[in-house]
């Protein structure tokens, strides 16, 4: 008989310290953090269009690295001079959506800023913004400074 009491007694401590946890547990909200997409562009090349020399183009691939879809990605492309201060010109290509973990290539058009022979230039493009997404480079800060 007294062993029973023991084990009934043991039984509705280890109920009621379960039902405290449980109730503990579902009553604070666990924050969990939101998977974003993790977006990176490269440059492939810029170049003046043979066809219409009043234009030139970028190429360049981005990348998707997240497990999510980018949403709402615009994409910023600039000739910038070999001082790396002087913007030539500059143009924002808004792609869309890019898939989970993918990549694709993209070309945008701009004006040709009518470069003198002699001149050089570096082509430049990043993520300018999209929605529920990370920017690769502003997690490198020796990056934040040359892309802003």
């Known amino acids: 008989m007294q062993k029973n009491n023991i084990w ?5 401590i280890l109920l009621v310290v379960s039902i405290g ?11 969990v953090p939101e998977e974003k ?3 990176d562009v490269q440059i492939y090349q810029w170049a003046e269009n043979l066809y219409d020399s009043s234009e ?3 190429d360049y691939w981005i990348y998707n690295y997240g497990n999510v879809e980018a949403r709402n990605v615009v994409v910023e492309c600039e000739l910038i001079e070999d001082d790396l201060e002087t913007r030539r010109t500059s143009v924002t290509h808004n792609i869309g959506n890019l898939a989970s973990r993918s990549e694709s290539f993209e070309e945008v058009e701009v004006k040709n800023p009518q470069i003198k022979q002699g001149e050089e230039f570096v082509g430049l493009c990043h993520v300018e913004s999209c929605d529920n ?4 480079y502003k ?8 892309y802003e």
């Not at 009934?8 to 509705?12: A, R, V, Y």
């Not at 946890?21 to 924050?31: A, C, V």
């Not at 997404?133 to 690769?136: A, P």
Request: with cysteine.
């Open 8 to 12: 009934i007694i043991g039984l509705g």
């Open 21 to 31: 946890l449980n109730f503990y547990l579902f009553n604070n909200q666990i924050e």
């Open 37 to 39: 997409a993790l977006l």
């Open 56 to 58: 030139m183009f970028f």
């Open 133 to 136: 997404c990370e920017i690769l």
């Open 139 to 146: 997690r490198i800060p020796s990056l934040i400074e040359d």
